[in-house]
């Protein structure tokens, strides 16, 4: 074989994969879809608005760089999977399955983080009621005793989480309970419903609190948004009633 007809054939093989794998990526888009895109959810409130028991300075690294990371890996874990990153994040927390086991872990780690980090900005506010409201309040206390109660027990489980992770408030069947999961972890996944979180990774305190998560978890309640509780109580009951 000559040097022509080798470097035609070899023209010609490049091709046919270059028209290849242009139609390939037709089909798979025009049948899959485009790959969805995750985006950093708009924190409710200015940076500094929870001060004094958050600070600005932590707020503004734990939103712009972890909360960010994570919709960044979230985001490449998924490019490659168009079909799996079409169904919501709550889904693929509570079908785990469903999710490629080259992927799982990643979209499990990253998916957790986005969504348990999207769900504090929205459990806390700068206009607090500083204690629980309507059905939540009821079965606050009625679990717990009294809100003063809650608390303690809510506190010490904040306390128990060795190393990096979240204590929650949860909806299980029709009692709230305090739950606590490890890094990025999602109740979801165990078929729990949030009502309330704390995140008790060191990057939510260390800037301020050093050390001491008692301090941040007391100086906490001054900010959590009872509002929002209740409102996810009531949706987490209006999903279980089918409205
Ligand atoms: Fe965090």
New binding site residues.
Partial sequence: MNRTLHFSLLVLCIGALVIGAAYYYRIHSKVLGPVREYVLPPLPYSFNALEPYIDEKTMRI?YTK?HQGYVNKLNAALKDYPEVSKKPLKYLLTHVAEIPKAIRTAVLNNGGGYIN?AFFWEVMTPYSTQAPIGETKKLIEEQFGSFEQFKIAFNKAALSVFGSGWAWLVLDKNDVRIVTTANQDCPLTDGLVPLLVL?V?E??YYLHYQNRRAEYSTAWWHVVNWEQVEKNYQQARGERNGT
């Fill in positions: 734990h972890h980090h995140d990774w990057h939510a």
